[in-house]
């Protein structure tokens, strides 16, 4: 099934085995970077890792008879469901209690596979804040119609017809009725575009949307403007040029487009704050190094991160504590472990410590920074 919202995440997250552990696998299907060939060795690699790591874990035989089929159908899953044009996807399976989901996804993941009690949904959750739920409204002087944008998926909400009055020309010498019906005309599409704006309200009411799209010809977006209830002018993010007459198609290409810019822009901004923070030499910190020191001290306020940048490093058995290359904790001298991804580590530790997590995609400025850097809480 495909990722749809919070809601089915939670319930997700609500499923628990007394008697078993649940296997969590995600992996990138992006077809636009990586070939399908790639995607399958990615694929079979993670799961032969997950089985070197089942077999050294101190388990029940039930639980290890359960944790091998949720891996043989994941390789199943896999030879069978790499021809969908998503860009990822999620497992969730606890075989000993028959439990299956697999979820479609509309942004790549980092690639791996969790044993656990419950399903690990952090991944969901950074996908889903993506992502925006879009009203697009779009008004012209006839009609009006509006729809619902979502995770790259458009459905229409609602129409509304304008009947322009008709009247006859004939009898006028001095131009005084043409004037007085043009008026008249005028008086009736500022009350559809008023109405419109009243039932972009109903809309919103209804449907709780974050953002809204404008689409209108430029004369009427400042009576519009007036129009729109105070909530809708704050989560008015952009005008498109599309009018109601248009294909959904189009429609949704230029909502997405304005939606991935406006992230962008956001993200650059992040970017540029860490930036100017560390060049002045205040609250910031970059690199992997420095950023995990500052994690282990839960001194980050703000985790940003390049998204899916991944490095191997250490953590400290006792105090788990993460390292770069640490192969004794400089905090209670026990021998470091290894770990794949001490960046992931990175962001569950950020999690835990109730630090913000933003992912930059690449390219970017970060990338001159070691990919990594954070915001810090107080001055050290
Ligand atoms: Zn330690």
Not at 164 to 193: C, M, N, Q, W
Not at 194 to 214: G, M
Request: aromatic share 8%.
């Amino acid at each position: 099934m495909k990722l749809l919202d919070r809601q089915q995440m939670e319930s997700l997250s609500r499923f628990k085995s007394e008697k078993f552990l649940t296997t969590s696998f995600f992996l990138n299907t992006d077809k636009g970077h990586l070939s399908r060939k790639e995607i399958l060795v990615a694929a079979k690699n993670l799961i032969t890792e997950a089985r070197t790591r089942m077999d050294g874990l101190d388990l029940g035989k039930d639980i290890k008879a359960s944790l091998c089929r949720d891996l043989d159908n994941i390789t199943d899953f896999c030879s069978q469901n790499m021809t969908s044009n998503s860009q990822g996807v999620a497992v969730f399976s606890c075989q000993g209690e028959r439990f299956w989901e697999d979820i479609h996804l509309p942004h790549p993941p980092r690639n791996r596979i969790l044993f656990d009690h419950n399903p690990y949904i952090r991944p969901l959750s950074q996908i889903l804040g993506r992502y925006h739920r879009i009203c697009v409204f779009l008004v012209g002087r006839q009609s009006a119609k509006w729809y619902s944008v979502l995770m790259g998926e458009i459905a229409p909400l609602d129409t509304l017809a304008n009947e322009l009055p008709v009247h006859d020309k004939e009898g006028d010498f001095d131009g005084t009725s043409v004037r007085r019906i043009e008026r008249h005309v005028e008086a009736h599409v500022h009350d559809h575009y008023k109405k419109a704006s009243q039932r972009t309200f109903d809309l919103f009411k209804k449907e709780k949307f974050d953002w809204l799209f404008l689409g209108c010809e430029d004369g009427f977006f400042s009576d519009l403007e007036l129009f729109l209830h105070s909530y809708l002018r704050d989560r008015m993010k952009g005008r498109l040029k599309a009018k109601p007459s248009d294909r959904d198609d189009k429609v949704l290409k230029e909502a997405v487009d304005l939606e991935d810019q406006l992230n962008k822009a956001a993200e650059e901004e992040i970017v540029r704050r860490l930036v100017a923070e560390l060049e002045k030499g205040g609250l910031a910190v970059s690199g992997v190094k420095e950023t995990l020191r500052r994690l282990n001290q839960v001194e980050v306020q703000t985790l940003v991160v390049t998204h899916n940048f991944a490095a191997t490093g250490k953590i400290c058995p006792k105090c788990r504590f993460l390292y770069l290359d640490e192969a004794v904790c400089p905090s209670c001298q026990k021998a470091t472990g290894p770990v794949v991804d001490v960046v992931d580590e990175a962001i569950e530790s950020a999690f835990r410590s109730h630090a913000e997590v933003k992912h930059i995609t690449p390219p970017s400025k970060l990338d001159h920074y070691g990919k990594i850097g954070a915001f810090l809480r107080y001055k050290v």
